[in-house]
């Protein structure tokens, strides 16, 4: 076993985090302030290679693997915890921060993981962490943490029997990319997607991330889907079937997001639709798309994150969730108005991270000469500006105020969003800050007149639609009927009428074999004089019926056959 | 108890001869048919008898309960401790070879009480089944007072 | 040397405390009598698994009468493995019994309780280490009869009725067994196990033999509880007094699939029993059904006792889905999931067993908001059902992952499909605890019970933590299921 | 269902966005560009296509919502 795995940063955030949740106070803000820049510490001491030398199973485990890809994600997934736990500094759930730093270590473990073994491990924890994390978001946030828990498992068990097939049939057990080939790596990718929430199995981050805590939602948003992009990048690059996946996750996200009231659900279609554009990215394949994937990937999570806090500093205040509640608070809460608004433009704006990030996977596309996609990469871009841009900000911050009681956000929860914006605004400005990082050596200027000039157009001109279909926007408010709603409303019933009603039926069947058998069986019964005996207590004679079933059906099998 | 005089002296001369012939039955296992089960059995016959013509007072305070179940692992004991005193001696378990200074003797001597133990255990048995069945509702009325 | 007697003294000993126990009377000095033979019985199966890991499998003449004349004792890897569960679960239940019966048995009957717990412990152990058909009959009427006496012990009146099924249930399945004994000695003429794998080879399947592997299978799955001949099993488990279910839950029904196995593989192996006859499909279609049904049953209990009963049957589902694949990853899986599942249903049951003294019973209205009552008890509850689940990290996960890897092997897609689906199944009947200890408030007339005595608490929280300590390094588990799978499967009996 | 207080944006607001619009337009005459596929060769495309595309989506998301919407379930709506 290799030494440096004693220096693995998950392990040491996923301890804190258990450490953590016996911790009350200042010791345990201290402790989750820290956590992450000591895990940012030690993995910049481990010089890139594979460690491992851990036996599992039948298998010696790779278990931490460093490379500018997987760095790269974990320092993002560090920023978010560190970032996380500035923010919730205020939570009052005891369960809810350290469970964030399983679920966060667990990820971090995830995309540092150099075989599948160990991927499929941490893959599972993350699950668990996360599925707590919802659950500390209250009574309300329970059965939407058990649907949750439950789509997980299920992608567990499709991603692990994905791997068992794989490592069965002889395939590697470091993570190398796949030729989708065979059930084997169709199982992996599909447990993968089932994560990263692509169809069918995209309701649940709807369903589920907005019912977290007004903290919960910012560190949900953060992990799991990247570590799934993350998956698909080592794995399956220049896939093809990804971009079609991908854009109608993306599609998907856009239609729902327009419509949907709840402020934070709408940020949760945003998520599908923007990991359904590094989805497709991925399906691009180049260095430059994967390049651009990754770096949108960090872009993403901080731009999603600080509206995320926004909305949930708007949450704590007023208690209030959906559009048509809210309204005019840019008066009493400037602050955090202004972050939002910032938030917004960092979706794509110039001088922001998701400008030098989102134009690299364009960029890849127009290489590549696939038309199609670009221009879908287009609407997707200009798309999520109103859905989730302009729309939430505008829609809650801004017109005729609701007399909400509501004050600015705490310090603990600004100083949440100053780092986020900072964090945008530095990467922005000084795009060698993110591109040094990424996997593969990059050749690219975002900062040349015809990008920032067509940018701009591209903003200015969605603003404009905004405003003139604003009317529209605000009719359709409301919510649409999702995939979740097969499980969630036809599956119940369904299951009822399964359970209750065969299980009556199984009990006739039983009777009425039952008593053929005893017509049958009469005269020997009689013979031996055991019927009172075995006919007074019924399940007694059942079960005996069973064994005397049981002992014909093989007689007759052996026999007859 | 004043009709049944014939039976009360028959009784009292028949059950010195049964416990006579059990142990007959016991010590001829040795060499031919019978054993500890078969005279386990007669001598606890021996004692239901007594108790089915004295009562089951009678009988209890000849052969108490507290005795009967002792007796039950005393036999146990007895048998397993042959096992482990050939142990001790250097044989296997049960072995009786070793249990003597030649091997017939060992073999006698092992058997002897090994079927020992299985009288004491099947007789105490025997007679705990009888006392828990027959003494069922007296117990129980007891108990109740 | 007296290691050399170990096989006998693996027996004897718990045989002989019983006696010792019924003389003693008290309730202290019959504990103490106890517990020190148990620790002496694990020491004797530990090192019979020691010695049969390095020297293979040892032979032991009763009376010194070689075999077939005499009876032989006769253990390899998979006896001793057994056994050491066996024994292992012995010494765990025994400190916890103390406190743990005390609340259940009354005081005078005390003694008798260790006294039975000796003879089944020393039934189950006969059972793993003789190798004579007959003796294995004896030894399981041997156990069965202490078991059901102990589980009438329970305070629960049912609990009579529910000794009653068992006694009817387990007497049918020792009788089908001896008929198949029986059947199997008039064809070969000898009933030493060895010998008579040997001489199956010559005799082939006839129609005796045929009647004979029909008889023993079906009579074996009553006492393993195999879908649907479990019927018996969930009252047995609730009404027993809790030392008594944890105890039973993890070995009574591992010790019968131990005998399945080697009727199947070892004395029948020879013969091809799966190949030719139509054994391992039924076997897997009961077993698909066992993973199912009555893993759907739990899902609507309201008792935690009958749910984890109700969950037992949906896990020997999936071992005997491992012997069905007749192979040997299967075996090893099936051995492997024996270990993990006796681990993780073991220390549930002990779990629940403080938790039953502490809320006066295991209905979910009694359990309701335990997460808050008793949070180390609830704590261990969810991780043992997490392993019940196969989530990474606990010993379930590990039986999983060999198990899919052997259908996978056999190229059995689908059956992949069905342990995962049923793997769900068991995430619902979890849920629902936790739903239950953690999402509701304690009833208003709850006396805020508080943790169970310490020498429950440890012996319990000893299990879970195994559970995931062999959830997380499973090499011992998996090698030492290996030995036993390849032991089972390639050494039919004979030789050394 | 409360009818959300509207936003309307102010006379200066609009005049704001529209003539930053047109200059962006204007110098987009002006920059080098390295077009792909033709169509964005057109003048103005990264402009008209965005607004094009997100009517549709409107469009769009009202049929949508008329036939899937609205929703009941737990959460009252």
Sequence with gaps: MDAELLHHPAIWLILGGIVMGFLRGAPRVLLSLSLPLVAAWLLWQIPEGIYGGVPFLDYLLDVLQVDRLGRLFALVFMLALFVGSVYAMGQRSRLEVPAAFVYG??????????????????????AIGSTLVIWAGGREAYPAAMRYLMVHLFGGVVFMAGITAHLVGGGSL???????????????????????????FWSWIPDAYPRASWSGMVFLSAFTTKTAVYVLMRSFPGAEVLIPIGLLMAGYGLIYALIENTARRVLAYAIVNQV???????????????????????????????????????????????????????????????????????????????????????????????????????????????????????????????????????????????????????????????????PYPIDYQPYTGSHVVFQLQLLLATTVVFFLLRGHLVKMLGSLIDIDWFYRTLGPRWVKVMVYGVSIEIREVVLVLMRGIANLLGSLRRHYGTRGVLARTWPSGSMVMWVALLLMMYLALFYLS | MRLDIILRVLAKLLIPFALVFGLYVQF??????????????????????????????????????????????????????VGIASILLGGNYLDYFVLGADPVSGQHRGIFWVEMGVLITVASVMLKIFYVFAGRRRDAEEAEE | MLTQHFPALLVVVPLMAAPLIVFARRSLASWLIALLATAITFGIAASLLAQTLSEGTLVYAMGSWEAPLGIEYRIDAAGAFVAVIVAAMGLIVMPYSRVGIAAEVRSEEHYLYYALMMLCLAGLLGILVTGDAFNVFVFLEVSSLATYVLIAMGRDRRALVAAYQYLLMGTIGATLYVVGVGLLYLETGTLNLADMATRLVDVGDSRGVLAALAFITVGISLKIALFPLHLWLPNAYAYAPSPVSAFLAATATKVSIYVLMRYFFTIFGATEVFDARATGAILLGLSLAAMFIPAVVAIFQHDMKRLLAYSSVSQIGYITLGISLDSVEGLMASAMHLFNHALTKGGLFLVLGGVVLRCGGAGFDRLAGLGHTMPVAAFAMVVGGLSLIGVPGTAGFISKWYLVSAAMHEGQWWLVGAVLASSLLAVIYVWRFVEVAYFRAPPADHPAPGEAPLSMQLPALAMIAACVYFGIDATWSSEVSMRVAEVLMYNPGVGQ | MRQNALFSPGKRLWHTLLAALLLMLVAGLFVESHPHFGIDAVPGFNAWFPMLACAVLVVLARGLGRIFGPREDEDGR
């Design chain 1, 174 to 200: 470091s993570i190398e990319p796949l030729a989708l080939e065979g059930v084997a790596h169709w199982l992996i990718l599909a447990g993968v997607l089932i994560n990263a929430g692509a169809f069918p």
């Design chain 1, 276 to 438: 359904g554009f590094m989805i497709a990215g991925i399906g691009i394949g180049t260095e430059m798309a994967l390049n651009g994937v990754a770096a949108h990937a960090f872009a993403h999570i901080v731009y999603k994150a600080l509206l995320l806090m926004a909305i949930g500093a708007v949450i704590v205040q007023t208690g209030k969730r959906d559009c048509t509640d809210l309204g005019g608070l840019a008066r009493q809460m400037p602050v955090t108005t202004g972050f939002a608004i910032f938030g917004a433009l960092a979706m794509s704006a110039p001088l922001t991270a998701g400008f030098i990030t989102k134009s690299l996977v364009l960029q890849a596309a127009a290489d590549a000469h696939l038309t199609w996609v670009w221009l879908a990469m287009m609407v997707i871009a200009a798309g999520v500006f109103l859905a989730a841009g302009l729309k939430v900000v505008v829609f809650v911050f801004f017109g005729e105020s609701r007399d909400l009681d509501a004050e600015e956000a705490p310090p603990s929860q600004r100083w949440g969003m100053r780092l986020l914006a900072l964090t945008s605004l530095a990467v922005g400005c000084y795009p060698p800050l993110l591109y040094d990082l990424l």
């Design chain 1, 105 to 126: 270590g667990a990820a971090v473990g995830a995309v540092l993981a150099g075989d599948w073994i160990t991927l499929f491990l941490f893959w599972e924890l993350m």
């Design chain 2, 28 to 81: 001829h296992g040795d060499y031919g048919p019978g054993g500890g089960f078969q005279a386990g059995v007669i001598v606890a016959a021996a004692v239901i008898f007594y108790a089915l013509i004295y009562g089951l007072p009678a009988a209890r305070r000849v052969v108490p309960t507290e005795m009967v179940q002792s007796l039950m692992a005393i036999g146990v004991l007895l048998y397993s401790g």
